[in-house]
């Protein structure tokens, strides 16, 4: 069926950066779009960012845009999430999710399990 | 941008009853980019209907959607214990803030 693993998360500061990854098995990742997705404690999920199956093109929302990057490594099947100045409002359980039956957003099918990312000083 | 509007915020509904869900769109979307989440505590999401009204697989088929335009419905028929949760519609990138459905 397929199966995602995010990693990377944890504190950081107000203003510091961190690297999430997301691990992809059983499905073939190269022809997907994968999304990363985050849920702020005790709030609705929020879409953060979108890349195609080739890596090519990429989508951002308008609260990241310009912190955050989206990538991918399509021998290794990873999904990356490269933050940069984060803020107190950017803390949330982390997503990686997959786009269904080809779409980028129509629907997501596969979640993993979340990363958490705390921003305090 | 669109909005998606959940409505009640919480229902209390016995195991056994109907749950009716409304996910209500700022404006007029397409039905095939429609979909229904449930979601338990400590846990990820997990996909049950896709374009409105499709079931995704292994999904149990007491729960179903439906509508168009601007007013969609998730009914879960004959409530089991493990379908208290929250549940999210979602369009495209956007999500509604979730309706509970807690035991009575």
């Known amino acids: 069926e397929g199966q995602l693993v995010e990693s990377g998360g944890g504190l950081v500061q107000p203003g510091g950066s961190l690297r999430l990854s997301c691990a992809a098995s059983?499905?073939?990742?190269?022809?997907?779009?994968m999304s990363w997705v985050r849920q702020a404690p005790g709030r609705g999920l929020e879409w953060v960012s979108a890349?195609?199956?080739?890596?090519?093109?990429?989508y951002y929302a308008d609260s990241v845009k310009g912190r955050f990057t989206i990538s991918r490594d399509n021998f290794n099947s990873m999904l990356y999430l490269q933050m940069n100045s984060l803020r107190a409002e950017d803390a949330a359980l982390y997503y990686c999710?997959?786009?269904?039956?080809?779409?980028?957003?129509?629907?997501?099918?596969?979640w993993g399990q979340g990363a958490m990312v705390t921003v305090s000083s | 941008e669109i909005v998606l509007t959940q409505s009640p915020g919480t229902l209390s509904l016995s195991p056994g009853e109907r749950a009716t869900l409304s996910c209500r769109a700022s404006?007029?979307?397409?039905?095939?980019?429609l979909a229904w989440y449930q979601q338990k505590p400590g846990q990820a999401p997990r996909l049950l209907i896709y374009?409105?009204?499709n079931r995704a697989t292994g999904i149990p088929d007491r729960f179903s959607g439906s509508g168009s335009g601007t007013d969609f419905t998730l009914t879960i028929n004959r409530l089991e214990p493990e379908d208290f949760a929250v549940y999210s519609c979602?369009?495209?990138?956007?999500f509604g803030q979730g309706t509970k459905v807690e035991i009575k």
């Open positions: 979602q369009r495209l990138r956007t």
């Open positions: 059983g499905f073939t990742f190269s022809n997907c779009a």
């Open positions: 374009g409105a009204s």
């Open positions: 404006q007029s979307v397409s039905s095939s980019s």
């Open positions: 890349i195609s199956g080739s890596g090519l093109i990429t």
């Open positions: 999710a997959r786009g269904y039956s080809g779409s980028w957003y129509d629907a997501f099918d596969i």
